[in-house]
């Protein structure tokens, strides 16, 4: 591992292959690689914390409502898997159409990703993986046999410390790519230019270039890799940047369940290989297409934990806590959902709360401590179901819109470069179409006896705020040609035949489960024909 600021100015690092980023893509990418025996140098523009120097350059300049993009991303060794929670699920056969690649090809790396992430084996049935079965009752409208299945969570910083001892493998940190130069005559990239401190530039020199900084930051780089082509790499059609996608999330409904209900587990399980798994609510394939809506995954969630009048320990010892993240703006707990806890009023009536519930709060302490000493698998989140009343919370599809975009601002930050602004918001039709989807999933809940549904207050999804940044999907979009997209079918960006894009921000479309397994499934199929290239040319 080298701190880059310890190089000299002007200084020049050489490999056959260069990985820029350490999160789960690029972290998957070099082990994929070091293992094959490729020469690797791994660039990481954080350090072993995320502090305000690293803050300072994910800002963004002013722009639509977005939460604040240095609180939904992390650069740090191992980029923001620091702070994920672990859910995993793939994308759905349907959530692929319109991709270059497709389910059959994808179901082999997947199996390869569920290694990397330690996510058990690949099976996404609750059914087959051995959650509770008696209880499912059958329905043309909703699937209860899908699941997501929990990471421990894996943070890939220690994945990368223990891959820089490898001698085909050096890491680089601190060590902030500004920009991509390229061959003027066949367009291939020649350079990444790297400052690792104000006014100081060093240089990385390789046959092959693997794009892994997330979706906002690869998208900087390739609109101020703008040496050669004056609108930036790979952008000779406004494509670079544009296609924004996220997951609105949030929180409607009044559930109380009944027995059926209750024996459907609809909480956290374990598998029979031992990984923490939890049922999805979603309306089948056929229902969707009847109904004419998108994607969309919900859940069954606790009450609202923001009014003491609740009387729980625990839903107020959740509320306190946010509240305290949010006035401390500790990184992700300060934004997306979480944010509307920086609100949270009644403390005192919480803190009395707490109180009086000590005992029940207490033994919850005990069990989500336990885990994290002796070093097994961590319950997933705070997930009290025993309540009255429950909520429904969903991850929806968001569909791709050139107009949700970042470009470059004139505001730079301390190490020079133009800061992003953010375009972005969610369209009516998608709302609706979410909105429709929750009373759907609703109304077959309650047919099918799980319990009584109130969805009264489903019209709130028309005024949600969904800022929420931290899926970062479409902004390198895959298409057949540089018209439509920006990476082609190998994930190689248009008119630069060295240079790869790894991560969402290359997803044509979001579907509504989380980005990582599939970001590490196609890290591997990147890692594959990175691989196949460097032996056919050896």
Same mark, same amino acid.
């Given at each position: 591992m080298i701190d880059a600021r310890g190089i000299a100015p002007g200084g020049r690092v050489s490999a056959d292959v260069c990985v820029i980023g350490t999160g789960p893509a690029g972290a998957t990418v070099a082990a994929e690689l070091a293992r094959r025996g490729v020469d690797v140098v791994v660039v990481e523009g954080g350090g072993q914390r995320f502090g305000p120097r690293h803050a300072d350059t994910y800002r963004a300049a002013a722009g639509d409502a977005h939460d604040p993009l240095e609180a939904v991303r992390q650069k740090r060794l191992g980029g923001t898997s620091e702070v994920w929670g672990g859910r995993c699920a793939p994308l759905d056969e349907r959530d692929l159409r319109g991709w270059p690649v497709g389910a059959d090809e994808l179901a082999p790396y997947y199996r390869r /990703? &569920?290694?990397?992430? &330690?996510?058990?084996?690949?099976?996404?049935? =609750?059914?087959?993986?051995?959650?509770? /079965?008696?209880?499912?009752?059958?329905?043309?409208?909703?699937?209860?046999?899908?699941?997501?299945?929990?990471? *421990?969570?894996? +943070?890939?910083? @220690?994945?990368?410390? +223990?891959l820089a001892r490898a001698a085909n493998v050096r890491l680089l940190v601190e060590a902030t790519v500004v920009r991509l130069e390229r061959d003027p005559v066949g367009g291939a990239v020649t350079e990444a230019v790297v400052a690792p401190r104000p006014g100081v530039e060093i240089t990385i020199g390789a046959n092959t270039f693997v794009l892994a900084a997330g979706g906002l930051e690869s998208a900087r780089i390739l609109l101020a890799s703008d040496g050669q082509t004056p609108a930036g790499l790979g952008n000779e059609h406004d494509q670079v940047g544009r296609h924004y996608m996220t997951h609105p999330v949030g929180e409607v409904g009044t559930v109380?369940?009944?027995?059926?209900?209750?024996?459907? /587990?609809? @909480?956290?399980?374990?598998?029979?290989?031992?990984?923490?798994?939890?049922?999805?609510? =979603?309306?089948?394939?056929?229902?969707?297409?009847?109904?004419?809506? @998108?994607?969309?995954?919900?859940?069954?969630?606790?009450?609202?934990?923001?009014? *003491?009048?609740?009387?729980?320990?625990?839903?107020?010892?959740?509320s306190l806590t946010y509240y305290a993240l949010n006035r =401390?703006?500790? $990184?992700?707990?300060?934004?997306?959902?979480?944010?509307r806890y920086a609100d949270t009023s009644g403390l005192r009536r919480h803190v009395g709360n707490v109180v009086r519930d000590w005992r029940r709060v207490g033994r919850f302490a005990v069990s989500w401590a336990a885990p994290r000493v002796t070093g097994r698998r961590i319950l997933p989140s705070f997930m009290p179901l025993d309540a009255a009343t429950c909520r429904l919370r969903f991850d929806a599809e968001q569909s791709p819109d050139a107009a949700n975009r970042v470009t470059l601002a004139r505001e730079r930050d301390h190490l020079g470069q133009r800061r992003l602004q953010v375009h972005y918001g969610v369209s009516a /039709?998608?709302?609706?179409?979410?909105?429709?989807?929750?009373?759907?999933?609703?109304?077959? !809940?309650?047919?099918l006896g799980y319990g009584t549904v109130d969805m009264g207050d489903a019209a709130r999804i028309d005024d949600m705020a969904f800022t929420d940044g931290t899926h970062q999907m479409g902004l390198l979009r895959m298409g057949h040609t540089p018209r439509d997209g920006v990476v082609d079918a190998d994930c190689?960006?248009?008119? +630069?035949?060295?240079?790869?894009?790894? $991560?969402?921000?290359? !997803?044509p479309t979001a579907g509504a489960v989380g980005p990582t397994l599939t970001i590490v499934a196609l890290a591997c199929r990147i890692a594959d024909r990175v691989a196949g290239e460097r032996a056919a040319t050896a």
């Open positions: /990703a &569920q290694r990397h992430l &330690q996510a058990g084996e690949y099976e996404y049935s =609750a059914a087959r993986a051995g959650l509770p /079965a008696g209880a499912v009752r059958p329905s043309e409208e909703l699937d209860v046999d899908a699941t997501w299945r929990w990471s *421990p969570p894996t +943070a890939f910083s @220690g994945r990368m410390r +223990a109380v369940l009944s027995d059926a209900g209750r024996e459907l /587990a609809l @909480g956290y399980r374990k598998t029979r290989d031992g990984v923490y798994a939890r049922r999805m609510l =979603a309306l089948t394939a056929a229902a969707r297409e009847r109904h004419g809506v @998108g994607n969309l995954k919900a859940a069954l969630w606790f009450p609202d934990p923001m009014d *003491p009048g609740h009387e729980d320990g625990l839903l107020s010892t959740f =401390a703006r500790m $990184g992700f707990k300060a934004a997306g959902t979480h944010a /039709a998608d709302r609706d179409r979410i909105r429709r989807s929750m009373e759907l999933i609703g109304a077959e !809940f309650a047919r190689r960006v248009h008119g +630069a035949a060295n240079l790869y894009v790894a $991560g969402s921000a290359m !997803f």
